[in-house]
Every structure is written in structure tokens, then in C-alpha cells.
């Protein structure tokens, strides 16, 4: 089944509490974010909405500090016990890891991850070919607090939030080439695209 932005919205406030309100104006701006992209690249905008609003949707059902497999497990579980097509369900996996890696995300996984029962499905699951979609939804993922940033601006929020480990240094360089990447796709620095980003130097 197809998913729109407009549904997808309706989902996430049909689980708005005060408790998960970060998370959910998070995902709101990844969305927003994500469609101006898109549009620049002359893509679907509403499709890279739809998956940037979804992108973090099991976080409602994971607990704060269970580490990054479980949200996204959980998130994907449920999209798909909705009946989403795979498209939709996958971008739950796919937005914390970088390069087809699961050792290629931002913060630190729980030492437990490796022994969670879906580890093997991840790592496995991350090695399809990732969508310009999946891609724009990983880059603005890292440009986006409730609102956009440069990425070296939420690099350092995610580091003084989740501190160094050892990945540190191999996500920041592709966490660049990405940002790379899409700058050679339009042509000029895509934050030209986000006047805003300007406010928050």
C-alpha cells in the first residue's frame, strides 16, 4: 500500500504526546526538508516527505536510550503490520546508516546491538542499493534538529549529545561526501536551498 505526506502526518499525530514531541518535530523538519531536495532535483517531493515524516516512527514504541536498532526495527515492524509497502517500512532501517553500514551512524550503538535478535536482518538489509530517496533522507537526518542546520552544526550537536567512539571519524568523512554528493547533483551548495540555516550560525 502507498503512503502519502499528508497520511503520513496523520500518523505521527495520531502518536503525538508531550513525552515524544522532539522526536515528531524532528521528523516534521527531515520531511520538509527532504521535499525541498527533491523538488530541487526535480523529484517526487512528496514522496521524500512522506518517507522523512515516517523515517523515525518507532521511536514511539522504543524506549529512550534502548540504542538505534531497536527504533528502527520497531519502525519498520510497524509500517508494515499497516500494510506499507516496502519502500515506506525500509527508510525506518536505512536513515541511521550510512554507506550500506551498520557501523556507519552517528552515535555510539548499545554494546548489546550486535546480540539483538534483528542484527543480522539489518546488516544484511542495509547492503540493498539505497534509493536517492534513502539518500536524501540520510543526509537531511544529519542537517536536522527541529530545524535545519548545516552539518557540521548537528554534527556537533550529535556529538556533545552521544560523545566519540571509535566509527567517529568514518561517519564524519561520509557524512561530507554526502553532503558532497548532493551539492555535485545540484549544481551549487545545496544550502542555498535553506536561507534559514543562515539564523542558526
Same mark, same amino acid.
Given at each position: 500500500?502507498?503512503?502519502?505526506?499528508?497520511?503520513?502526518?496523520?500518523?505521527?499525530?495520531?502518536?503525538?504526546?508531550?513525552?515524544?514531541?522532539?522526536?515528531?518535530?524532528?521528523?516534521? +523538519?527531515? %520531511?520538509?526538508?527532504? %521535499?525541498?531536495?527533491?523538488?530541487?532535483?526535480?523529484?517526487?517531493?512528496?514522496?521524500?516527505?512522506?518517507?522523512?515524516?515516517?523515517?523515525?516512527?518507532?521511536?514511539?514504541?522504543?524506549?529512550?536510550?534502548?540504542?538505534?536498532?531497536?527504533?528502527?526495527?520497531? %519502525?519498520?515492524?510497524?509500517?508494515?503490520?499497516?500494510?506499507?509497502?516496502?519502500?515506506?517500512? %525500509?527508510?525506518?532501517?536505512?536513515?541511521?546508516?550510512?554507506?550500506?553500514?551498520?557501523? +556507519?551512524?552517528?552515535?555510539?550503538?548499545?554494546?548489546?546491538?550486535? +546480540?539483538?535478535?534483528?542484527?543480522?536482518?539489518?546488516?544484511?538489509?542495509?547492503?540493498?542499493?539505497?534509493?536517492?530517496?534513502?539518500?536524501?533522507?540520510?543526509? +537531511?537526518?544529519?542537517?536536522?534538529?527541529?530545524?535545519?542546520?548545516?552539518?557540521?552544526?548537528?554534527?556537533?550537536?550529535?556529538?556533545?549529545?552521544?560523545?566519540?567512539?571509535?566509527?567517529?571519524?568514518?561517519?564524519?568523512?561520509?557524512?561530507?561526501?554526502?553532503?558532497?554528493?548532493?551539492?555535485?547533483?545540484?549544481?551549487?551548495?545545496?544550502?542555498?536551498?535553506?536561507?534559514?540555516?543562515?539564523?542558526?550560525?
Amino acid at each position: 500500500m502507498k503512503l502519502t505526506s499528508a497520511a503520513a502526518r496523520q500518523l505521527l499525530n495520531g502518536l503525538r504526546s508531550e513525552r515524544n514531541r522532539r522526536w515528531l518535530d524532528h521528523s516534521i +523538519c527531515v %520531511g520538509n526538508a527532504a %521535499g525541498v531536495i527533491a523538488s530541487a532535483l526535480h523529484l517526487d517531493a512528496d514522496y521524500a516527505k512522506t518517507l522523512g515524516y515516517i523515517h523515525d516512527i518507532g521511536k514511539k514504541f522504543a524506549d529512550i536510550g534502548d540504542g538505534v536498532l531497536p527504533h528502527a526495527v520497531k %519502525g519498520y515492524e510497524y509500517l508494515k503490520a499497516l500494510d506499507y509497502d516496502e519502500e515506506y517500512a %525500509g527508510i525506518c532501517l536505512k536513515h541511521s546508516f550510512l554507506n550500506n553500514d551498520i557501523d +556507519c551512524l552517528a552515535n555510539d550503538r548499545d554494546a548489546t546491538d550486535s +546480540c539483538h535478535p534483528d542484527y543480522e536482518f539489518v546488516k544484511n538489509y542495509l547492503k540493498q542499493d539505497y534509493t536517492i530517496y534513502d539518500r536524501i533522507i540520510n543526509l +537531511c537526518d544529519l542537517m536536522c534538529t527541529t530545524e535545519v542546520l548545516t552539518v557540521d552544526k548537528r554534527m556537533m550537536d550529535l556529538l556533545l549529545r552521544h560523545g566519540v567512539y571509535a566509527k567517529t571519524h568514518y561517519h564524519l568523512q561520509e557524512t561530507q561526501r554526502l553532503k558532497e554528493f548532493f551539492d555535485d547533483q545540484l549544481g551549487y551548495n545545496l544550502y542555498d536551498l535553506f536561507p534559514a540555516i543562515k539564523d542558526h550560525l
